[in-house]
Each structure stands twice: as structure tokens, then as C-alpha cells.
């Protein structure tokens, strides 16, 4: 039998890896577990370091300025949930033997600038060239920062009550990737001019301005913990989020928010935009209270942010609520986009 694509299951990583992380050392605060974008290490001065990581990207098909944006917005976006901007960061480059020195310097010069226009320091890493090397993963890479302990968010931290807002759209990356990978199919089916917008919404895969403007210049303390949306779409998004805060959730299905252009090339290649990857959009929990101050930090930057539902506690469950009927919300574990975009390909979509 083989084995799903994507990420683990929850159950094997809950079951298996979270209990086999070497040596338990007291001052993890917050250590590996399903849902959790970031790890939170005590430091002295009541300050922590928060650490993610991620796969890099080098996408021949979107070309060498794209796959650079996805390497460091991706892992920008899973620190951006913390409430703050990524500072440090290391990457890993195993790149294949045929890939040309012009094309790394190309390459590599998207990278440093991508990160130099978030504030950000590569402190080192590794680079090599690998025989055999085809995958669009080139590697990985660890952000890191030095945070003030009463002010670092994690997925942890919501609580039943909070309400729950959606930055932007669903499926943001997964409409903008297909289209580019497939512009006659895109353009012959819908058109020119969605086509472009598609295109262009592949630079709204950053959540990072989200994250800060939730949060404010001086830390809105109604913000409880944020989620980016990866893999699974914004339903899986939630669900992760009420699973590491230990909470239920009511959603309203008809406020989730599925801008025109990602429905409509999301119908073109049979996906449902809900549960696809959908980088880009940022997961919001606050207090109810706060919740309308924080939809106008977004909104005065022309970002739009939707109230989708509200944490409950454990016992209550997850549930989607669409008109009368309510039913429970279940985590895909793979995401359809890999199986749409492979079966575009090979049905010779250009």
C-alpha cells in the first residue's frame, strides 16, 4: 500500500515523532506537534527563540524568481504567526548537478533580496550540487528569532470563545501555481483576463503583512495565535489550529471567504478551494472583542479579512454549518491539489 502525498498524518506525528525528539530539555516551551508552526525556546530576559523550518523550492515550470519567493515567504509565513517577522535563517541547497552557475547566481541573488526586504539575515547553511537530483525540492531551510516571551503567539494559545478571522482568500497558491504551470488551458477556459490575475496573485502568498497587522505595532493582546494555510486548504488550516490549542470550532461555511479568481480556476481543474494549499491567507484567532479593530488594520492596507466562526471548547467538536445543516468538519489527509496538478500533466495541459 502506498504511502499518501504530503505531510504525515496527524496520528503518527501526535503518536510516534512527538514522543521521540531526543533529549527533553526544560526550557522547550513549545515543542513539535500537529498544528504547530513555530518552537518556542526559553532564553534568558524573559525572551524565547522561535524556530521554523520548510522544504525550498526550485519549480522549473514557474521559473527561478518565483521558486525563490515560495523558499523564503513559505517559512516567513510560519514565523509571521508568532506576531513577528522572521531575523535569521539558514538554507540548505541541494541542487541538481545540471543546474548552471548563472542560474544559481540568478537564483541566489532572488534570495538574498527576497530576504533582505524582510529584514532578514542568512547566518549560514549549506550548498552543494547532487547527480540525480530532479525534484522540485531543493532543500530546506530554518528561520529563527529572538522574541519577547509575553509577546510570541503560538497555535497554543487560542481559546473557546475566541473568534476566528481569514485574511485574503482561500486557495491563493493553488489557483496562481496552476495557472502559471498551465496558461493555454487557463486562458482557452477562462479567459485572458482571469488568467492574468491568477498570475498575479502569486505574489499575495505572503502572509507576513497579515500577521504584523494583526497583531500592531505594540502587540494587540485580543490577538490569542495565528495559522498560516499550507497543505489541507483553509478547513485544514482551522482544524490544525483548534487541535494545538485543544479546542472545537464552529465554522459558517458561507462566510469562508473564495475570491472569484481562485473559484474559478479551482473549478477548471476539479478542486475544491476550501482544501487546497492555500499560502497566503493567515488564520486569526482573537477575542471577540477585538476582533473588529483587528479587521481594520487589514482592511485600511486594502488586505480583506472575513469573520469564518468561532473556537468552542473540546467536548463540543469541530463542525462546519452551512444553512440548517451541520456537519463535522474532518481533516483530508492529502491535499487534491498534487493529484489535480499531476493529472493536468499528464493529460498534456499547456
Not at 504525515?8 to 526544560?26: Q, V
Not at 535569521?88 to 541566489?108: H, I, K, M, T
Not at 467538536?317 to 492529502?334: F, H, N, S
Request: net charge negative; glycine share 10%.
Amino acid at each position: 500500500m502506498s504511502k499518501p502525498i504530503g505531510k504525515i498524518d496527524e496520528a503518527f506525528l501526535e503518536t510516534f515523532i512527538a514522543s521521540r525528539c531526543g533529549k527533553d530539555r526544560p526550557e522547550i516551551l513549545v515543542k513539535p506537534g500537529f498544528g504547530r508552526d513555530v518552537s518556542l525556546i526559553a532564553l534568558p530576559g524573559r525572551q524565547v527563540m522561535a524556530l521554523t523550518s520548510d522544504p525550498l523550492s526550485l519549480i522549473p515550470g514557474l521559473g527561478l524568481e518565483e521558486s525563490a519567493w515560495l523558499s523564503v515567504h513559505l517559512m516567513a509565513n510560519d514565523m509571521a504567526t508568532t506576531g513577528f517577522a522572521p531575523q535569521y535563517g539558514q538554507f540548505v541547497l541541494n541542487l541538481p548537478a545540471s543546474f548552471s552557475r548563472e542560474d544559481f547566481n540568478r537564483y541566489w541573488e532572488y534570495i538574498h533580496s527576497f530576504c533582505r526586504k524582510i529584514g532578514l539575515a542568512i547566518t549560514g547553511g549549506h550548498t552543494g550540487f547532487i547527480e540525480g537530483q530532479h525534484s522540485t525540492i531543493a532543500g530546506g531551510g530554518t528561520f529563527i528569532s529572538i522574541l519577547p516571551e509575553d509577546r510570541a503567539l503560538t497555535a497554543t494559545k487560542a481559546r473557546a470563545g475566541d473568534v476566528l478571522l481569514v485574511s485574503k482568500s482561500a486557495a491563493i497558491s493553488s489557483a496562481a501555481i496552476l495557472a502559471m504551470s498551465f496558461p493555454e488551458t487557463t486562458q482557452n477556459k477562462l479567459g485572458k483576463e482571469i488568467y492574468q490575475q491568477a498570475c498575479a496573485s502569486f505574489y499575495d502568498t505572503s502572509s507576513l503583512q497579515d500577521a504584523l497587522l494583526a497583531v500592531g505595532e505594540e502587540g494587540d493582546a485580543s490577538v490569542t495565535a495565528m495559522h498560516d494555510v499550507t497543505e489541507g486548504g483553509l478547513l485544514g488550516a482551522i482544524y490544525e489550529l483548534t487541535k494545538a490549542a485543544g479546542c472545537g470550532v464552529l465554522l459558517h461555511k458561507e462566510q469562508l471567504p473564495v475570491g472569484p479568481v481562485q473559484a474559478a480556476v479551482c473549478g477548471l481543474f476539479e478542486l475544491d478551494p476550501l482544501q487546497s494549499i492555500g499560502a497566503g491567507s493567515m488564520i486569526i484567532a482573537c477575542k471577540e472583542s477585538g476582533a473588529a479593530a483587528v479587521q481594520s488594520r487589514l482592511e485600511s492596507a486594502g488586505i480583506p479579512c472575513t469573520q469564518v466562526g468561532k473556537l468552542t471548547s473540546a467536548e463540543d467538536g469541530t463542525y462546519l454549518q452551512q444553512g440548517d445543516r451541520k456537519e463535522p468538519l474532518v481533516y483530508q489527509q492529502t491535499d487534491p491539489y498534487w493529484a489535480a496538478y499531476l493529472n493536468a500533466y499528464n493529460l498534456g495541459k499547456k
